[in-house]
């Protein structure tokens, strides 16, 4: 399973971004789908994560800020985000827990991450 993901990049403060990634590989299904982000000196933290069923949840530090959603069938979770601040600079990573695939369940995936850098 691979998680691949894109649209960091450099932004103005205020301004918006769109990180898109897409799983692929021998997946029947996954059960949640979400974004974190690590930035210099920090723990890795939530941003945002959408279950199957369309259910999401939010970091406190982005919440009112950005949106997620999900495309089951195309295995993909969107994350927009607005009014961004140079404090959500960082690296985001995508994830994909509860994944059921060809001889395995429950497993937990992450992308490589994309770097978003807010300019002040």
């Known amino acids: 399973v691979q998680l691949q993901a894109s649209g960091g990049g450099l932004v103005q403060a205020g301004g918006s971004l769109r990180l898109s990634c897409t799983a692929s590989?021998?997946?029947?299904?996954?059960?949640?789908m979400g974004w974190y982000r690590q930035a210099p000196g920090k723990q890795r933290e939530l941003v945002a994560g959408?279950?199957?069923?369309?259910?999401?949840n939010y970091g406190i530090s982005v919440k009112g800020r950005v949106a997620i959603s999900r495309d089951n069938a195309k295995k993909t979770v969107s994350l927009l985000m607005n009014s961004l601040k140079p404090e959500d600079t960082a690296v985001y990573y995508c994830?994909?827990?509860?994944?059921?695939?060809?001889?395995?369940?429950?497993?937990?995936?992450w992308g490589n991450g994309t770097l978003v850098t807010v300019s002040s």
């Open positions: 959408v279950a199957s069923g369309g259910s999401t």
């Open positions: 590989g021998s997946i029947f299904s996954i059960n949640r």
């Open positions: 994830n994909a827990d509860g994944v059921a695939g060809l001889g395995y369940y429950g497993k937990n995936f």
